[in-house]
C-alpha cells in the first residue's frame, strides 16, 4: 500500500507490503540516482515477500532533493543525510500495526548500502543486512558498533566493488559473508543474475528474521 514516511522533518512516499504471517520486514534503501521505483529493487522485493517478508521501499530524498541531485549528484553520496532517513524509517515502523512488531532488516544499493550498514549499527533491533554492489568502504566509520551480521552480494565482473567489498568483510561482524555471483556486472543486467541475488537475500533474511510459525 501507498505510504508517508514521516520523520528526520520530511515526509517521503513508501510503498510498504506485508505479506500474511510475515517473518520479518525488510527495508530498502536504493542506490545513486534511484527512487523506490528501482526495477532492481523490485523485483527482489517480489521474491522477499514470496518468503514471507514484508517489504519497504521508499524515497530516500524529496522531490526538490531529487531534482536537485540528478543536476549535482551530491546528495546520493550524502551518506549522514541518507542515514539519517532511514533510521526515521526504522523508527516509522513502529507506528505501523502491521509491521510493528516484526524483525527487522535492511537491504542496501550502491550508495544506500552505507546508509543501510550505518543506520543498522544506529539501530540494534536491525537483525540483519544485504548489500548489493554497495559501497560499504563509505560507512566504516560504523562499523565498531554494528553488530547485525551482513551479506555483502558482488558481481563477478564488477571488479572494482568486489575489492572493495573484500576489503571491509573482516571489520563487520562475525557473521558477516561476501557472495560473488559469477558473470554479473555492477547492476546485475545479466540473465539469472538477478534471480541469484533474491535467492541469496530471501535466504539471509528468512535465516536472521526467523521463520513465520
Known sequence: MDVTVEGDD???PGDLTVPAEASGIVLF?????SSRRSPRNQTVAAGLRDARLGTLLFDLLTTEE???DADTGELRFDIELLTGRLTAAIDWLDSQPAAQSLPRGLFGASTGAAAALAAAAERPDVKAVVSRG???DLASSAFGTLHAPVLL???GRDEQVRTLNEVVLPDLPPDSELAIVPGASHLF???GALDQV?????????RHLGAAT
Open 10 to 12: 520530511v515526509e517521503l
Open 29 to 33: 534503501a536504493h542506490g545513486s540516482g
Open 66 to 68: 531529487a531534482r536537485k
Open 134 to 136: 554497495g559501497r560499504p
Open 153 to 155: 552480494i558482488v558481481g
Open 189 to 191: 543486467e545479466e540473465p
Open 198 to 206: 533474491t535467492a541469496l537475500a530471501a535466504q539471509w533474511f528468512t
